[in-house]
């Protein structure tokens, strides 16, 4: 059996135990809040005519939406990173 090697980055269990509460809470309402927004676009697509999930323009707002989450995670996730980094140099 041979094992999978570790992917680059830091192990993210402790980098979240390490996020301020406010942060973790925000990061887990974009992801949240993307994984919902895209969800519902799929549906546009493999349920059109449900309630919700009826127009082109439904579409576009669930994956806009979607994707406005998503950036606002990955702007905390990439915040945090700098953040980290300017501390190592200070310290």
């Given amino acids: 059996m ?15 135990d390490d996020l301020p509460e406010p942060r973790r809470r925000a990061l887990l309402d974009h992801a949240g809040g993307g994984v919902f927004n895209a969800r519902q676009a799929a549906q546009c697509l493999t349920e059109p005519g449900t309630p919700h999930h009826e127009t082109t323009a439904q579409l576009l707002v669930y994956l806009s939406e979607a ?10 996730v990439r915040e945090q990173l700098e953040g980290e980094g300017t501390q190592e140099k200070e310290g």
């Fill in 2 to 16: 041979t094992s999978t090697p570790t992917p680059p980055g830091q192990p993210l269990r402790p980098w979240l």
């Fill in 67 to 76: 994707v406005r989450e998503l950036e606002a995670a990955r702007a905390i």
